[in-house]
């Protein structure tokens, strides 16, 4: 008999929702399953991946991150001067065409994972990419619609959309109560970078 898959969002402001969705890869693979991990706007640069490509039963893709986007009015004139031209900002809803593109590429593979032979499927940020208007509900609504009922599909990153929270069946909220980034201190490679 064929295991029921369930739907999983680890979303809020808080730390550990990649690391909580990377431990489940690894308990997953330790358990003889075939994982599919897509991390959207991310590129090869955080240390977890270079782990990840090793292990067995595990199959990393990586949506890149072209470049640093902002939607219009969500940076203040003091952050985007420190930005310079480091950061395209666009209007909400009208994201970087080769941007979106890239993303659309992601949200394919996302299809076909959850359709195909994998028992879990890891999204990794895809919540932010909805939120950056770089994937939209349709590709959502695709992405659940292609999910065989027995894989498990793990969805991370802030501000979830209300599509996926609807959909899941479990949603865990990170909450920030305390962050040593307040304090200015910048990401370290191996516990966030």
């Not at 994972?113 to 940020?125: F, H, Q």
């Not at 909450?175 to 970078?193: F, L, S």
Request: hydrophobic letters at 40%; aromatic letters at 8%.
């Amino acid at each position: 008999m064929t295991q029921k898959g369930y739907i999983q969002v680890y979303t809020g402001d808080g730390k550990g929702k990649t690391t909580a969705a990377i431990g489940l890869a690894v308990r997953a693979a330790g358990a003889g399953k075939k994982v599919c991990i897509i991390q959207f706007m991310k590129s090869l640069a955080y240390s977890e991946q270079k782990v990840l490509q090793t292990l067995p039963g595990i199959t990393l893709l990586t949506v890149g991150k072209p470049y640093f986007i902002a939607k219009e009015g969500m940076l203040t004139a003091e952050q985007l001067a420190a930005w310079g031209d480091q950061i395209t900002v666009y209007p909400a809803g009208h994201p970087p065409a080769e941007y979106r593109a890239m993303i659309e590429a992601g949200v394919d593979k996302a299809v076909e994972a959850v359709s195909g032979g994998y028992d879990m499927v890891i999204l990794d940020e895809y919540n932010m990419a909805c939120w950056y208007d770089l994937a939209t509900e349709e590709d959502t609504a695709r992405i659940l619609a292609a999910r065989r009922p027995e894989t498990e599909l793990v969805v991370t990153g802030r501000n979830a959309p209300q599509q996926l929270l609807d959909a899941a069946d479990l949603i865990t909220e990170m909450k920030k109560i305390r962050h040593y980034y307040d304090r200015g201190v910048e990401a370290r490679k191996g516990i966030e970078d």
